[in-house]
């Protein structure tokens, strides 16, 4: 904790932006969640993406927060990149952001090598561009037993006394306010007719509309997994790459309405407006939350419909019901190939037994696991990471791994069709041997057991072959890795 009680700040000046850049909405999360504490010590608090915050109008801000997720081997998610590059621009002042107090909280996962680095790296460059870092750096781990909760909650009670000693809280209160919060909106119905657009995403330009051309299984029928390849026609042309627009089940979604007594109002229009309030309860028992909870996998309308006698207010909706997140796919075809109108993606359908042996569906998956040919749909697209090399001196080899090689080898006579055509060299799974099996158990524990392994097994393989083929030392072969990484011939994308 870094306070200069010098430093202290007029309690009217309680302005405060929270800057968050996200892959997944983790951290848009983890931002409305910073930003709903912060108002319990009466600070107004504006949430925006990176990729929507002017870079040029940062160095006005006083306060800044800052949420960053981490992707790709240690980059930082592409909502950041043009504030980051802005931030590394090399004819900056030292004291660019002297009158600017900051902080950060990165999300990542020790799993990989590269832990919350764009969190770091932001924290180094805010520091050496003259900002004054009012609380150390917090880091969430996904591998942490309660998720990104366990060093979220520590941090944010840090952040706050920090924040009440900086800007102390008004009329003599020292203690953060305990109690319900006055809610983040307010509702003021605007009756059924006069709702000018029932649909965002229309207005977003990320998101076109397209129609299923194929639905279609590619995993074996008596597989556990069942595995889709989709095709969609789009209305436009698409250059770059997607996700989706799901709904919960109607069914869940009635209850659910039932049971809060929400069932009269639901369809109802109302306009928003935003408040500032006051105080908001803290989460109490981590650990007991976590067994009851995330362990478990307890969906909200479960607890509620276990604790009959809780009524949500509808103001409260907004601080407590995550909204739905958009959910990732990546192109499984080229543009090049097919047009410039259409796109593949080959989908796992979720669908698991929780530790309670609750059956679930993923929204998403389940969502598009019933679409039929031709209904349409509205999917966003947006760029990879990862190019393929061109030029003539590569040749494109695939290493393609699965359980079972008669089960789920998904578009194996494509790969062998091309092989053949000798523009790939095409190595398969290896035929399952009871011998092999035995032999390879260890391996496929390793590479298929979680994804995130994979990365470091496969960066193994290559150091590996670097020493033993390439004459390598142990200590040269570890940096040919790193120099490879740093020219971007190794890149990975890992999604589990
Ligand atoms: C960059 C990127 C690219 C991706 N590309 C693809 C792709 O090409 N194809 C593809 O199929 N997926 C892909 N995914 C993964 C896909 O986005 C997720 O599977 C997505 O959550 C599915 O959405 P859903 O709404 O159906 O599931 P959700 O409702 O979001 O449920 C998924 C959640 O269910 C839980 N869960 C799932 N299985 C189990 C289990 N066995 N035991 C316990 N809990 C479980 C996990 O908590 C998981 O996060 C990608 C993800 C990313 C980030
Ligand atoms: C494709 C991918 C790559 C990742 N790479 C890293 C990494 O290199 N280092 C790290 O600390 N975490 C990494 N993570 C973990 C995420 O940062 C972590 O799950 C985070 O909570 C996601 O936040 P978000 O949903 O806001 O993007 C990666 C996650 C994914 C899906």
Not at 280 to 305: H, M, N, P
Request: proline share 4%; aromatic share 12%.
């Amino acid at each position: 904790m870094f306070i200069n009680q010098d430093d202290q700040h007029s309690s009217a000046s309680r302005e405060l932006l929270i800057l968050y850049a996200t892959e997944t909405g983790t951290a848009q999360e983890t931002a409305d969640r910073i930003a709903r504490e912060c108002r319990r010590v009466h600070f107004h608090c504006r949430v925006q993406s990176m990729d929507v915050y002017p870079p040029e109008t940062l160095i006005s801000e006083h306060l800044v927060i800052f949420v960053v997720s981490t992707t790709g081997w240690g980059a930082e998610p592409r909502a950041m990149t043009s504030l980051w590059n802005m931030l590394l621009r090399s004819d900056l002042p030292d004291d660019l952001f002297e009158d600017t107090d900051f902080c950060v909280f990165g999300l990542g996962d020790t799993a990989y090598e590269k832990f919350c680095w764009p969190a770091k790296k932001l924290s180094r460059r805010m520091q050496s561009l003259g900002g004054y870092e009012i609380c150390s750096r917090g880091e969430g781990d996904e591998q942490h037993r309660l998720g990104v909760d366990g060093a979220l909650d520590p941090w944010i009670e840090c952040l706050l006394e920090v924040l009440i000693q900086l800007y102390p809280l008004p009329h003599e209160q020292h203690n953060i306010p305990a109690g319900r919060p006055p809610p983040r909106v307010s509702f003021s119905n605007l009756g059924s007719d006069t709702f000018p657009n029932p649909d965002p995403l229309d207005e977003d330009k990320k998101f076109h509309t397209a129609s299923v051309k194929c639905n279609r299984r590619i995993t074996a029928e008596d597989w556990f997994q069942d595995v889709r390849h989709f095709e969609f026609s789009f209305e436009d042309d698409i250059k770059c790459y997607c996700n989706s627009d799901p709904s919960a089940a109607a069914s869940e979604v009635n209850s659910f309405l039932a049971t809060m007594g929400w069932t009269n109002v639901a369809d109802k229009f109302f306009r928003l407006e935003c408040e500032k309030f006051d105080e908001f309860v803290s989460i109490d028992g981590a650990d007991e939350l976590y067994d009851y909870c995330q362990r478990v996998k307890r969906a909200t309308w479960e607890v509620l419909s276990e604790f009959r006698s809780v009524r949500i207010p509808r103001e409260y909706v907004f601080d407590l019901f995550p909204l739905l997140r958009p959910r990732e796919f990546s192109i499984a075809s080229s543009i090049e190939v097919s047009s410039c109108r259409n796109a593949s993606i080959s989908v796992a359908i979720v669908r698991y037994r929780t530790k309670l042996k609750i059956h679930r569906k993923g929204v998403c998956t389940s969502y598009l696991s019933g679409l039929k040919s031709g209904d349409t749909l509205r999917i966003g697209l947006r760029k990879g990471f990862i190019s393929l090399p061109t030029g003539h001196q590569w040749y494109t080899t695939l290493y393609f791994g699965c359980r079972s090689a008669h089960k789920d080898q998904h578009y194996h006579s494509e790969w062998e069709f091309h092989a053949e055509k000798r523009n790939l060299r095409y190595h398969d799974v290896k035929r399952t041997y009871m011998q092999d099996l035995m032999k390879d158990a260890q391996y496929i524990w390793t590479m298929l057991g979680s994804s995130n392994k994979m990365p470091t097994a496969v960066r193994e393989v290559v150091r590996g072959a670097a020493e033993m083929f390439g004459g390598r030392s142990n200590a040269e072969a570890v940096e040919y890795v790193a120099a490879m990484e740093r020219e971007e011939r190794l890149t990975e994308e890992c999604w589990n």
